[in-house]
């Protein structure tokens, strides 16, 4: 098999931020890899599939409002139906935190990883249609 992979990059809003100082919801990370994987079984199957279930998540880092974010995901293992997926987020960006301003924001030199998690989709056979 060779391997599939998908990557989303995107900015923390001032939205997604849910608990003082800023600190994003840990659920969020969890929405990004249900796109990634999404974008896995298209990639994979031609559709859409479901996600069955997380066999693991990890949240090792916080995540705040105006970081950038890279959630990145790989199909690990195929069954018949079943696809086992592997995700890793990471900050790659955040605020720099210069007095005066506020738009400032640094590279970081080595991303951070944030949250890692595997989980299961499926894609019943009758909706596979092997575009891999």
Same mark, same amino acid.
């Given at each position: 098999?060779? *391997?599939i992979t998908?990557?989303?990059?995107?900015?923390? @809003?001032?939205?997604?931020?849910?608990?003082? @100082?800023?600190?994003?919801?840990?659920?969020?990370?969890?929405?990004?890899? @249900?796109?990634?994987?999404?974008?896995?079984?298209?990639?994979?199957?031609?559709? *859409?599939?479901?996600?069955?279930?997380?066999?693991?998540?990890?949240?090792?880092?916080?995540?705040?409002?105006?970081?950038?974010?890279?959630?990145?995901?790989?199909?690990?293992?195929?069954?018949?139906?079943?696809?086992?997926?592997?995700? *890793?987020?990471?900050?790659?960006?955040?605020?720099? @935190?210069?007095?005066?301003?506020?738009?400032?924001?640094? $590279?970081?030199? *080595?991303?951070i990883v $944030?949250?890692?998690?595997?989980?299961?989709?499926?894609?019943?056979?009758?909706?596979?249609?092997?575009?891999?």
């Amino acid at each position: 098999m060779n *391997e599939i992979t998908s990557m989303i990059r995107l900015r923390m @809003g001032s939205h997604d931020a849910h608990y003082a @100082g800023d600190l994003v919801d840990g659920a969020k990370m969890l929405q990004l890899f @249900g796109d990634v994987a999404t974008e896995l079984l298209i990639r994979s199957d031609g559709d *859409e599939g479901l996600f069955v279930a997380y066999d693991s998540v990890e949240f090792l880092a916080p995540v705040r409002a105006g970081d950038f974010i890279e959630a990145t995901g790989r199909i690990v293992a195929m069954g018949k139906t079943s696809r086992k997926m592997a995700f *890793e987020a990471r900050k790659v960006i955040v605020p720099a @935190g210069v007095k005066g301003q506020p738009s400032a924001c640094d $590279v970081l030199p *080595e991303p951070i990883v $944030v949250c890692r998690a595997s989980g299961t989709c499926v894609v019943p056979a009758a909706c596979q249609r092997n575009v891999r």
